[in-house]
């Protein structure tokens, strides 16, 4: 159960985080990126903290808005560096949201196969 | 169905691993450019992987084995064996001998199951049989039944640790669903460390979290060099209501009696359908109610029109709970000496 850890993208992280919270959407400028100085993890017992959470936008929409039990997968699709969101959801059914150079995230589209038809998992 | 991009079968290609409310695991094999049509994960005896209960086939219903029972260390419920179904499936090298085994979610009773490869990722030969997922020197256990699995190098320290997520009450006020992180001690996990506390699911007038159903991924959206988590789930909330004055409270009796009728008017035809069909099998069943739904749709048609224009108006005045599905991300901003990740 080892793992090497996944380096930087290629435009890795000259760019600094962004989310913006005011309206409750956000618009991240996201990057993997896993470095940093090295910690022990005994810190894990003073508890590990997040912002109060916000909803992600995919263009005009909410992303995974009304889909059922929508489950993320950030993955870069088009090799641009950056992480792409892929949504699966309980019908087998995935999309993808492509991120945008400014950290926003386009609309939804169904995730395809080579010949045109909708990947689908849901076989039952 | 928690899509995982991994290259399962090591190929140079990343394909897309899931585990899918069948009870079994999938795989769209990816050839760098597009994915194959998904299909199903089988162990080395051709069989499908599953826990216990899962989808049949060849006899179309839903079923259940305990063949999948581990041979040790059984997860139970009320004394006994947990009825699994597996809806998440992760690829991971658990044993690091080089090829992917698959650690499976369970949704029924929550407990984390192992598939071992007794193969190569080429050529896989999955074991017959589960192996209990431990944790603290015990089954590894989400009380809120597992949503979901996903693999993660939390720490930094070149092992991968396990985020496990709650599906919590699906409909209800009880407790929702929160995303729990198990850290690899090398020979085994370690106790659950709260990344996200179930949902109280506290009455709230507008969406402020999932609440139910979490689907969690571990990913540094900000580029701050720690990771954050994109999490679907349904949100529940009741939009505040308005006070209503004398006349607005006439209009909605008025609207919710129109409403109770055109309810009872459509129970009355689906009625006189289930009538007609008494003793009929097969075709002529079909055909019949085919017939008679046909000759109803204009009836329907006005009572749809009928209804689609009084719901908005009732929402507008009497706000109804929602129960609605986003993406949320939460983003990490624990000390950096104290977040653990290195």
């Known amino acids: 159960m080892t793992v090497k850890r996944p380096t930087a993208g290629r435009d890795s992280l000259s760019s600094r985080a962004i989310m913006k919270v005011a309206t409750q959407t956000l618009r991240p400028l996201a990057i993997l990126a896993l470095t940093g100085a090295a910690l022990t993890s005994h810190a894990f017992s003073q508890g590990i903290q997040f912002k109060e ?3 992600i936008s995919a263009g005009d929409k909410m992303l995974g808005m009304g889909r059922m039990y929508p489950s993320p997968a950030a993955h870069d699709l088009n090799g641009d560096g950056r992480f792409d969101i892929v949504i699966g959801d309980l019908r087998g059914h995935l999309t993808f949201s492509l991120q945008n150079a400014d950290g926003t995230f386009a609309n939804e589209q169904k995730l395809k196969d080579a010949n045109g038809k909708i990947l689908d998992f849901g076989n039952w | 169905m928690s899509p995982q991009f991994v290259d399962f079968n090591d190929d140079g290609h990343l394909d897309i691993v899931v585990g899918i409310f069948d009870g079994s695991p999938h795989v769209a094999f990816g050839d760098g450019k597009h994915w194959q049509q998904p299909h ?6 051709g069989e499908i992987i599953v826990l216990n209960a899962f989808w049949n086939f060849e006899e179309k219903k839903w079923d259940a084995t305990d063949r999948c029972n581990p041979e040790s260390n059984m997860p139970t419920t009320n004394g006994k064996p947990a009825e699994g179904h597996l809806t998440s499936a992760i690829a991971m090298d658990w044993d690091s001998d080089g090829d992917f085994d698959l650690v499976l979610g369970d949704h029924k009773s929550g407990y984390v199951y192992l598939r071992r490869n007794e193969g190569s990722n080429q050529k896989p030969q999955f074991a017959a049989k589960n192996e209990t997922v431990m944790a603290g020197g015990k089954p590894m256990h989400d009380a809120g039944t597992v949503a979901t699995i996903r693999s993660v190098d939390w720490n930094g320290d070149g092992k991968l640790d396990l985020m496990v997520s709650g599906m919590g009450d699906p409909f209800g006020d009880a407790t929702g669903g929160g995303v729990a992180l198990y850290l690899n001690e090398g020979s085994s996990f370690g106790q659950a460390i709260t990344l996200i ?8 007038t507008e969406p402020k979290r999932p609440d139910v159903g979490l689907h969690p991924e571990a990913v540094d ?3 701050d060099g720690d990771l954050d988590l994109l999490v679907g789930g349904y949100s529940q909330w009741t939009p505040a209501s308005k006070g209503l004055s004398e006349t607005e409270k006439a209009e909605l009796k008025v609207l919710r009696s129109d409403l109770a009728a055109i309810q009872k008017e459509t129970a009355a035809l689906s009625a006189i359908i289930t009538e007609a069909l008494e003793g ?12 008679l739904y046909n000759a109803q749709r204009p009836q329907r048609a006005k009572l749809t029109t009928h209804r689609q224009k009084i719901l908005p108006r009732i929402e507008e005045l009497a706000p109804r709970a929602k129960r609605v599905s986003f ?15 290195r």
Not at chain 2, 197 to 204: F, G, L, R
Request: zero cysteines; hydrophobic letters at 20%; aromatic letters at 4%.
């Open chain 2, 40 to 45: 199903t994960i089988l162990d080395k005896n």
């Open chain 2, 197 to 204: 506390e179930p949902s109280q699911k506290p009455k709230v």
């Open chain 2, 280 to 291: 009929l099998e097969g075709d002529p069943r079909t055909e019949k109610h085919m017939k």
């Open chain 1, 53 to 55: 959470p916000v909803r």
């Open chain 2, 327 to 341: 993406t949320w991300a939460y983003e990490n901003i624990t000390p950096r000496e104290s977040s653990g990740q």
């Open chain 2, 221 to 223: 959206i900000d580029g």
